[in-house]
């Protein structure tokens, strides 16, 4: 079920890629901005992601709490040179998607073919190509990005579930509700 704004962001208590207790309400009192991805190799992902990076000390002052969750293995993404470089934040593998069921995130082939049409794969993987990214065989070829902002009362204030494999809120938005203009 897909969750909309008004609703408390569910809590999860899960550990991250170094082995450490996350518990989403800890962060409670303090803006969140919670990731869902696709998996370790994806470009697409890992574009957003290394765009979110290069605006992450300013994130890091704004006071803001980011998570991400892939749905490859916490062994999977400690592998990756390039997914360690997401530290401070956590980073957490969900290979079995119980948080992203949570979260009512989907997998759609529909919305899979439709990134063929509205979005670039080879600029994309053009784009991550030096990033060394490992292979996911493991990983579905069908999962759905989904961002949502969730506010210092644990509200979700936006729920954005995307259209295609390459649909995440726009970084403008993102840093604006991170109070960076």
Known sequence: MKLTEGNIAPDF??????????KLSHYRGNKII????RNVSCPFCNRRVHQIMGNSLRLQNSGIQLVFLFESSGEKLASSVFHQGISPWPLI???EKNIYRQYGV???TT???RT????????AKKYTKDFNLPEDKDASMNLIPADFFIDEDFRIVKAHYGKHLDDHVPMEELKSYAGLS
């Open 13 to 22: 208590s899960t550990e991250d890629i170094y082995g450490k207790e996350i």
């Open 34 to 37: 919670l990731g869902f991805y």
């Open 116 to 123: 063929m049409v509205s979005s670039s794969i080879s600029k």
């Open 106 to 108: 989907e997998q759609s």
């Open 111 to 113: 919305k899979m073919m």
């Open 93 to 95: 593998g969900d290979p």
